[in-house]
């Protein structure tokens, strides 16, 4: 037979353990949307950049070129991080 006492304990330690899972995901997510924000934000300079400094060289890319380049980019700055 349980007691009041202790199924109030048990489920307070549940209870702590959930919302410490619970305050790991928001604050992920949380990086996750900041992060998002940033991308967006910055995506059409970077790809400008990108196709600019090509042509002052002059080379022609593809589409797939500039688009890892941009994956590289915002990797690399996730690593430094």
Known sequence: ???AGERIKVLGHRASD???KDSHRRL???R???LGCVVL???NL???T???TFSLYYIEPGDEAVDDLFQELFH???RDN
């Open 1 to 3: 037979m349980i007691l």
């Open 18 to 20: 959930r919302t410490g």
């Open 28 to 30: 992920y997510e949380r």
């Open 32 to 34: 996750k949307s900041r």
């Open 41 to 43: 934000q910055y995506s």
């Open 46 to 48: 970077v790809y400008y």
């Open 50 to 52: 990108i196709r600019k």
């Open 76 to 78: 690399s700055l996730l």
